[in-house]
């Protein structure tokens, strides 16, 4: 079941992530209650902040897969510390399985961020943001490398996040893997890229 909140996009990361969480989990169990659902795909940044830093989120979700007894695929942030004050920030997907369980299953980060919103092209990324207007469109996300399958009642499936489906080799990558078929994770709200842009919320560091 593909579950997309009506959600403006200059709302969603000022809206409460709390409240944003009871929406999925009642969209998502009203279709359960009216059809058969093997697998909830909440949307992109459905989460909005860095999932490792909120560990409340993860246990809201866990608690909502096991109890529906049904996986969940969600869009967050990834942070990967490097050492020496350095990091890497992802779009990401994180699959909880039927059990609530999310740690044995590596995140998905997505390889083709959109161009300068999701990452800036070329040059530092501090350039563009010491631009006053395009600081909040200028985004520094890394470049995921991995191709994460993840096990369901209906088959193994990888993820695509949004802008990524106008990319079919990505999609065939997936399919030699061994993949079934393909889930897609898409930004909420009505300007998906622009939106993206907006998704590094404060120092992951904090």
Do not use: M
Not at 75 to 94: C, I, K, M, P, Q
């Amino acid at each position: 079941a593909l579950i997309q909140p009506n959600v403006a996009s200059g709302e969603k990361w000022e809206a409460s992530p709390d409240s944003q969480l009871a929406t999925l989990a009642d969209l998502s169990r009203r279709a359960a209650a009216s059809h058969a659902v093997n697998l909830f795909l909440w949307p992109e940044s459905a989460l909005p902040g860095y999932l490792p830093q909120h560990p409340e989120w993860t246990r809201a979700v866990a608690a909502f897969a096991a109890g529906e007894h049904t996986p969940v695929l969600t869009g967050s942030l990834d942070v990967e510390f490097l050492g020496g004050g350095r990091y890497h920030t992802y779009n990401a997907a994180f699959f909880f399985d039927s059990l609530g369980l999310s740690q044995p299953y590596p995140p998905y980060h997505k390889r083709y961020l959109v161009p300068v919103v999701e990452r800036v092209p070329f040059v530092p990324v501090a350039w563009f943001r010491a631009v006053p207007w395009l600081r909040q469109w200028s985004g520094g996300f890394t470049h995921g490398q991995g191709l994460p399958l993840y096990q369901t009642a209906i088959g193994r499936f990888g993820v695509l996040v949004c802008y990524e489906s106008a990319f079919e080799q990505l999609a065939r990558a997936y399919r030699r893997e061994g993949a079934d078929f393909v889930g897609e994770g898409v930004a909420l709200g009505d300007l998906p890229a622009f939106d993206a842009g907006r998704q590094p919320v404060g120092d992951p560091r904090r």
